[in-house]
Every structure is written in structure tokens, then in C-alpha cells.
């Protein structure tokens, strides 16, 4: 029994963004001396050269990475690097601080292995973010950044929040994800219509002075010819990849009580429709568009599934919350022990592997 499932059930009897909250501070302070990273990094990192993926201009330790979220305010990246993950994104980063939706905002379904959010883009804004990443430094791992607009502001404002965002931050990152499908923020507009994503990344570009990889983050529950007509919209603008899959509004299957809150549900209930949407993008592309695969990963076949599907590289949250500190380095370890018993020498080689 490791220490993490003798803490759990003391941690679940918090409400759940309490519990968060605490583990972050925990995090921070594991992080702030070197001594304390570098116990970190002895008990729970593990390196293997199958590991390694190179994309988007930099080269991912392993492909295991914690997604948007978690980490919203960048307080711990350096903290997720000495766990064993071989990236973070932070956010979704807006213009201004924002407070978000009222609590209870955040729901474990412990019976489904899943939670339900509906936060509503809290955090801290750019500003802070940013005197942040440059008070602690960069981690030693590619850093993506997810930004977002600003819950009242109308389509035209949403395009300059987009682009105050980028302009401040893109220069801490390895990619940047322009999150347009989030469950549970105002619906005033279509903000995957093909006009509005033009407009953004029209405006994105004009405003790099790096070649930093943009890419989108989509959600789980369009039609699936609604998924490929986005899609092909990426890749007429030209996008670098995309983030497979946002939460769902789906509660199909669900046995847990909390299960009928609002709000978008993540971990294992999403897997499956996760890794399907990943498979179509594939097929449709060709192989030919990144993807970043997210949705209900929390071992090592999950994540090989992803990989297996069409992902380069592999995200979770609500898997860190139930599994613990230990999550990356078992994934990772059992990745290569998959990628052994099929014949690969590297998660590249698997990448798509199902559909060739």
C-alpha cells in the first residue's frame, strides 16, 4: 500500500477543490527548495529513451504531460517536472483575474473513476502568471500554455483577450492551446464557427514574434462529421495540432451521486469517446496532424490506447487526483514495457499503430 492510498480517504472527505488546493500548496512548498525537488525527482521519475517524442520544435522527456487545469496559475510547474511528467500546460490563462463560478464548483464521482467541473475559467490572469514564470524560472520540461477569453466578453472582445494573452506569455512557451471548448463558461457565441477560428489565429500570427506551435483544444461531444469539418479547418489555417478531448456534458452510464451536477465530466467516463475522436482525426488526416490526447488516461494502457489511436503525447488530471504522485512514473514505466511486448522501439513508432 503506498502512502498516497493510505492519505486518499482522509483527502476525500474534503470538499474536492479544498483538497486541491491543499495538494497544490503541498507541491509548492515540495518545490521550493532544491533538496526537497531533487527528493522528488529520485522517488518518482523514470527515464527510458523509448520515452522520448519529438515534436512542435522540442523534445518531450516522456509523453506523459498534465493537463490544463490542474496547474491553472502556474504554481507548480517545477513540482509536476520532479513527479515524472514529461510536460505541463497551464491554465486556461485569461486577461484579468476572474473568479469564476460559485462553489461547490468542483464534484468527485468516486463510483465512475470521473469528477465534474464547472469552474468557469478562475485564475489569477496573464499578469500574474507571468511575474511568476519569470520569478521561478521555466521548468526543465516544455511548458504549454492554454488561454482563454474573459467569461462576459462579447465575440469581437474575445478575439483581443485571445491576443493580449498570447503576446504576454507565448514567450514561456512550447506551444500555446487556444481553448474554445469549455462546457462551463457562457455560451454567447459559436466559438468553433469557421470565421471566429480564423479571426483568432489571423490575429495570433500577426502578433508572434516567435514560432511558438498553436494548436486547439476540442471538445468530446459535436457529431462526429462536426469534429472533421473543425478539423479541416485546422489544417487550412494551419494550425500545429490539436488537444483530443475537452470535458463532456454527457452523463451517460454514470452511478455516482453527484453525477446529475452541471458541468463538464472528465476521467474514465470520457475515455472511450476521447480515444474515439482521436482514432477519426487520424484516419481523416492521415496521421498528419499532432494531437495531444486527453480524456479518462490514468495507466498505462489507457495511455498506450491514445497513443495507439493517433496521440503523440498523452495528458491527465482527474487520473492524478485518484492515483497519486506516482501516476507519470507508473505510466511510463508501463509504456515501456508495452512498447516491448509489441515490438516497438520508441512511443513514435506506436503512434497511429491501430489504424495502419
Given at each position: 500500500?503506498?502512502?498516497?492510498?493510505?492519505?486518499?480517504?482522509?483527502?476525500?472527505?474534503?470538499?474536492?477543490?479544498?483538497?486541491?488546493?491543499?495538494?497544490?500548496?503541498?507541491?509548492?512548498?515540495?518545490?521550493?527548495?532544491?533538496?526537497?525537488?531533487?527528493?522528488?525527482?529520485?522517488?518518482?521519475?523514470?527515464?527510458?529513451?523509448?520515452?522520448?517524442?519529438?515534436?512542435f520544435d522540442t523534445t518531450f522527456p516522456n509523453p506523459v504531460g498534465v493537463a490544463a487545469g490542474f496547474d491553472k496559475n502556474a504554481e507548480v510547474t517545477h513540482a509536476l517536472r520532479a513527479l515524472g511528467f514529461g510536460f505541463a500546460e497551464i491554465g486556461?490563462?485569461?486577461?484579468?483575474?476572474?473568479?469564476?463560478?460559485?462553489?461547490?464548483?468542483?464534484?468527485?464521482?468516486?463510483?465512475?473513476?470521473?469528477?465534474?467541473?464547472?469552474?468557469?475559467?478562475?485564475?489569477?490572469g496573464m499578469t500574474q502568471v507571468r511575474d511568476r514564470l519569470e520569478a521561478d524560472g521555466t521548468p526543465s520540461f516544455p511548458l504549454g500554455v492554454n488561454i482563454g477569453k474573459m467569461n462576459v466578453s462579447t465575440e469581437r472582445e474575445a478575439i483581443e483577450?485571445?491576443?493580449?494573452?498570447?503576446?504576454?506569455?507565448?514567450?514561456?512557451?512550447?506551444?500555446?492551446?487556444?481553448?474554445?471548448?469549455?462546457?462551463?463558461?457562457?455560451?454567447?457565441?459559436?466559438?468553433?464557427?469557421?470565421?471566429?477560428?480564423?479571426?483568432?489565429?489571423?490575429?495570433?500570427?500577426?502578433?508572434?514574434?516567435?514560432?511558438?506551435?498553436?494548436?486547439?483544444?476540442?471538445?468530446?461531444?459535436?457529431?462526429?462529421?462536426?469534429?472533421?469539418?473543425?478539423?479541416?479547418?485546422?489544417?487550412?489555417?494551419?494550425?500545429?495540432?490539436?488537444?483530443?478531448?475537452?470535458?463532456?456534458?454527457?452523463?451517460?452510464?454514470?452511478?455516482?451521486?453527484?453525477?446529475?451536477?452541471?458541468?463538464?465530466?472528465?476521467?474514465?467516463?470520457?475515455?472511450?469517446?476521447?480515444?474515439?475522436?482521436?482514432?477519426?482525426?487520424?484516419?481523416?488526416?492521415?496521421?498528419?496532424?499532432?494531437?495531444?490526447?486527453?480524456?479518462?488516461?490514468?495507466?498505462?494502457?489507457?495511455?498506450?490506447?491514445?497513443?495507439?489511436?493517433?496521440?503523440?503525447?498523452?495528458?491527465?488530471?482527474?487520473?492524478?487526483?485518484?492515483?497519486?504522485?506516482?501516476?507519470?512514473?507508473?505510466?511510463?514505466?508501463?509504456?515501456?514495457?508495452?512498447?516491448?511486448?509489441?515490438?516497438?522501439?520508441?512511443?513514435?513508432?506506436?503512434?497511429?499503430?491501430?489504424?495502419?
Open positions: 500500500m503506498t502512502l498516497y492510498s493510505r492519505v486518499r480517504p482522509f483527502a476525500f472527505q474534503l470538499p474536492a477543490e479544498t483538497a486541491h488546493d491543499l495538494g497544490k500548496r503541498t507541491l509548492r512548498a515540495a518545490q521550493s527548495t532544491w533538496p526537497t525537488r531533487a527528493a522528488l525527482s529520485a522517488a518518482y521519475q523514470y527515464e527510458h529513451p523509448a520515452l522520448e517524442v519529438d515534436l486556461t490563462v485569461t486577461p484579468h483575474p476572474q473568479s469564476g463560478n460559485d462553489r461547490p464548483r468542483l464534484f468527485r464521482l468516486r463510483d465512475d473513476e470521473g469528477m465534474i467541473n464547472r469552474m468557469g475559467f478562475n485564475g489569477q483577450d485571445y491576443r493580449r494573452v498570447f503576446t504576454r506569455l507565448s514567450p514561456f512557451a512550447d506551444y500555446v492551446v487556444v481553448n474554445v471548448s469549455c462546457p462551463n463558461t457562457p455560451d454567447e457565441f459559436d466559438e468553433t464557427s469557421p470565421e471566429h477560428l480564423r479571426t483568432i489565429f489571423e490575429t495570433l500570427e500577426d502578433e508572434a514574434h516567435t514560432d511558438v506551435p498553436m494548436l486547439v483544444k476540442i471538445g468530446p461531444d459535436e457529431p462526429a462529421d462536426a469534429v472533421l469539418e473543425l478539423v479541416d479547418i485546422v489544417q487550412e489555417l494551419g494550425l500545429d495540432g490539436i488537444v483530443a478531448t475537452n470535458t463532456s456534458t454527457s452523463r451517460d452510464g454514470l452511478e455516482s451521486p453527484n453525477r446529475e451536477e452541471w458541468g463538464g465530466l472528465s476521467g474514465k467516463p470520457v475515455e472511450d469517446r476521447s480515444t474515439d475522436v482521436i482514432r477519426s482525426i487520424t484516419e481523416h488526416t492521415d496521421g498528419d496532424l499532432p494531437i495531444i490526447g486527453v480524456g479518462g488516461v490514468d495507466s498505462p494502457v489507457s495511455a498506450y490506447r491514445k497513443i495507439r489511436a493517433g496521440a503523440s503525447l498523452v495528458q491527465l488530471y482527474t487520473g492524478f487526483v485518484y492515483q497519486g504522485p506516482s501516476t507519470a512514473k507508473r505510466i511510463n514505466r508501463g509504456l515501456v514495457a508495452l512498447l516491448k511486448r509489441d515490438g516497438f522501439d520508441s512511443v513514435e513508432d506506436a503512434v497511429g499503430a491501430d489504424l495502419e
